[in-house]
Structure formats: C-alpha cells, structure tokens
C-alpha cells in the first residue's frame, strides 16, 4: 500500500513537472488570437458589454410592475384606553393589545419621459461598449504585434552580435599572433580590442532585452510575465509577408472608422442629455393597486385558524406635474445644448483628424517598405565592403582603422535593416488599426 501511495505521488509530482515544461508555440496570427481571448484588457472590455446589457435591463425593469411587500407589527405596551369587546365574541375590535397588518403595493409606470429617455440612453450605452470593445482589440491586436516583432528583433540581433564576436575574437587571435612576431603594429591589435569590446557589451545589452521583450509579450497575451514563450515565425519572413501595396489603395469610409464611431456615440449620449432635461417638464403619471389585511388581538395567536382578520384594498393614480422651478430645468437644458455643440464639433473634428491619421499612416508604410529596400541593399554593401577591407588588412596593404570602419559600418547596417524590417510590420499594423482591418 505505502508503495502504491509513493509510486502515485511520482506520478503526480513527473505529471506536474512535465505541465510546467510545457512551451507555448505560437505564430503571429496564432498570438493575436490568443491574446484577443486573454489579454485582460480585452477580457474587460467584454465584461463592460455583459455590464451594459445588465444595465439596459435595468432600465427596461425600472418601468414594469414592481411588487412589494410589507408587514408591520405593533405590541401596544402601554394603552391609552382597553380595548372592547362590541361583539361579545372575545375579540377586542378597538384598543387591541398586539397588531398585525400584511399588505402587498403595486405600482407602475404609466408615463414618464425620462424613462423613455432612459431607454435609448440603455441602447447607445451599450453600443459604446461594443464601439470600446472593437477598439480595444485593435488596440490589443497591434501590441501584439509591437511585442512580437519586439523579441524577433531581440533574438535575431543576438544571433547577429554573438557571430560578430566570434568573428572578431578570431581576428584578434590571429592578429595579435602576428603582432607577438614583430609584423603588426599594437595599435592593430587595440583596435580589434575595442571593437570586440564594444560588440560584447551590445551583446549583453540585447540578452536583458530579449528577456524584457518576452516578458512584455506575455503580458500583451495574457500569460504570467516568466511563461515559457516560443515564438515561430521569423522576422523578415513576417516582413516579406506584410508588404501589401495594395493596402495603400484603400479608401476606407471614415464613418466605418471605430474613431468616428465612438465620437458618434458621444454625439448621441449628449443629445439623449439634451432630452433627459427637456422630459423633466413633462407630467409622470403612475398608477398603484394596494391591498392588506388587519389582524388584533390581545394576545399573539395570528397563526391561528381562529384568528380574524379585516381585508382592505385600493387603487389609485399619481400624476406629478412640474410647475415652477425658478429656471433651474431651463439653465440644465441650455447647459445640455451646450455640451452637444461642443460634441458636434468634437465629431468634425475627429472626422478630419482620421484622414490626416490615415494619410500620415500610408505615407510612413510606404516609406516603411522603401528603406526596406535601401536598408537590405547597404547592408549587401558593408557586407563587401568589410570582406574586402579585412582581406586587405590581413594581407598587409589595409590599416586597422579603415578596417574598424568598415566593422563599425557593417554593424549599423546590420541593425539598421533588423529595424528596417520591424517598421514594415509595425507600420502595417498601425495603418490596419486605423482602418480597422484585420490582420491577415
């Protein structure tokens, strides 16, 4: 038996070790999605909905019959005067000691504007949440992509660092070799020095930033920030894929943009403001259904069968009629018509600021996909251009300093056009979240 526990609690213990182990391997694609299921901001923006659905129930509740009930109990401790018997049945009709009265109110709503109102205020309110939700995701959706082309720069830059520092240790070897045997000069072998080191102090740099970036993945997806994240996609792969000029020939209807939308909602939700003032003046109308029973007796037997009770009911309107009030609802009105022209211009101007946003956003893609190009051309250059100068060097007929030059332009090359291909894939996504386009 003790065997059979210990051999389980192995089990168990292998079983969690091996969850622990298990990678998150993701593509992009496959990381915005996720990210849109559990990114907590995401998350909350759904919740927001549920809550705006919730509430427009609220409001439609609020105008049908409500039910209450009530129960009140009195013990006459001290009487003014006995009670008495009219009947001689042993009852006390005037006077009891003890009360007990049961009732149960109707009411309900006949006419009240501010709950119509009420209603479509319900309604925009929850389009707003929906309007915040689409947004969010975009939002969401592009800081995937930010963080995910964040640890592919990170992980490519490493691989780039530490084959540059392989590359440089060998030169150093074999140029202080040549300096112990009286053919270079020192200055050579300090020169390589100082750009190994240079290159080795990037390189570490770039490991904590690799670990940052993952971390900040993590969270974008939702994950703890020390998740086991692997990522499957490769950087210039991603670049080549998000080079879509055709992308650059949309033309989106500003009204579908969620920018305009949501200043459209905040237009609505100031003229329902402008209403809810104006529906002040008008009469509310209810209506009520009343009915309890009355029960006295001098000592506590109203669970008795024997117990007689007295039944009332009624029914009956409430008309509420605002009269005079020293223009308090007239200066709220005009305070309500001013905050909808301010909403109105807000729109217009939200309206233009898209376009200049859309305009700005295709022109920094374009630009994005050229010094593509440009960048991916001056690296092929340095590339030829530090070869020749380290042949040059090592034959004897190149100093060391043309050859760190060209070492040092090699190396802004090579993160120049890491960055180049990074800025492709940011720019579409900033210019996608614009026009609300999903990421294909």
């Known amino acids: 038996m003790r065997q059979s526990l210990i051999l389980f609690i192995s089990i168990i213990t292998m079983s969690i070790g091996y969850t622990q182990e298990i990678s998150n391997s993701l593509s992009l694609e496959e990381a915005i999605a996720y990210a849109l299921e559990n990114n907590r ?129 060998k030169n150093l070897n074999d140029i202080t070799k040549i300096y112990e ?103 509310t109308l209810s209506g009520f259904f009343t009915g309890s029973y009355i029960g006295n007796n001098e000592k506590f037997r109203f669970f008795s069968n024997s117990q007689p009770w007295v039944g009332t009911a009624a029914f009956g309107l409430n008309l509420d009629i605002p009269i005079f009030g020293s223009g308090l609802k007239s200066a709220r009105t005009q305070r309500a018509k001013i905050n909808l022209e301010k909403s109105e211009d807000d729109l217009i101007e939200t309206e233009q600021m898209i376009k200049l946003q859309i305009a700005s956003s295709k022109s920094e893609y374009k630009f994005a996909i050229e010094d593509y190009e440009n960048k991916r051309e001056n690296l092929n250059l340095a590339e030829r251009i530090e070869t020749k100068n380290q042949t040059k060097f090592f034959e004897g007929i190149g100093s060391s300093f043309e050859l760190r030059q060209a070492q040092t332009q090699l190396y802004t090359a090579q993160q120049e056009f890491l960055q180049a291909m990074l800025d492709v894939i940011n720019s579409k996504a900033e210019l996608e979240t614009i026009l609300n386009t999903p990421i294909n």
């Open 181 to 283: 045997n009286g053919l270079e000069e020192e200055e050579s072998v300090e020169q390589l020095k100082i750009t190994l080191s240079s290159v080795k102090s990037n390189l570490s740099n770039t490991k904590r930033l690799k670990d940052l970036s993952y971390q900040m993945l993590n969270i974008t997806l939702g994950l703890d920030i020390n998740s086991d994240t692997i990522l499957t996609d490769n950087l210039e792969t991603l670049a080549l894929k998000n080079m879509q000029l055709e992308l650059l020939e949309t033309n989106e209807d500003v009204k579908n943009i969620i920018d305009f939308k949501i200043a459209e909602n905040n237009k609505i939700s100031k003229e329902l403001l402008v209403k809810l003032e104006q529906s002040k003046s008008l009469p």
């Open 41 to 169: 901001q995401s998350k909350n923006a759904s919740r927001d909905i549920d809550a705006a659905i919730k509430q427009k129930w609220e409001a439609i509740a609020s105008g049908l019959p409500q039910i209450n009930g009530n129960v009140s109990y009195i013990n006459n401790i001290e009487r003014q005067f006995p009670g008495i018997d009219f009947n001689n049945d042993g009852f006390i009709d005037i006077g009891a000691k003890q009360n007990i009265t049961p009732s149960a109110t109707l009411n309900q709503l006949i006419f009240d504007g501010s709950y119509i109102v009420g209603l479509q205020s319900a309604k925009v309110f929850l389009e707003i949440s929906e309007n915040a939700k689409v947004k969010t995701d975009l939002e969401v959706r592009k800081s995937v992509i930010n963080a995910y082309g964040n640890v592919l720069l990170a992980e490519e830059s490493l691989k780039i660092f530490e084959r540059n520092v392989d590359v440089l240790e």
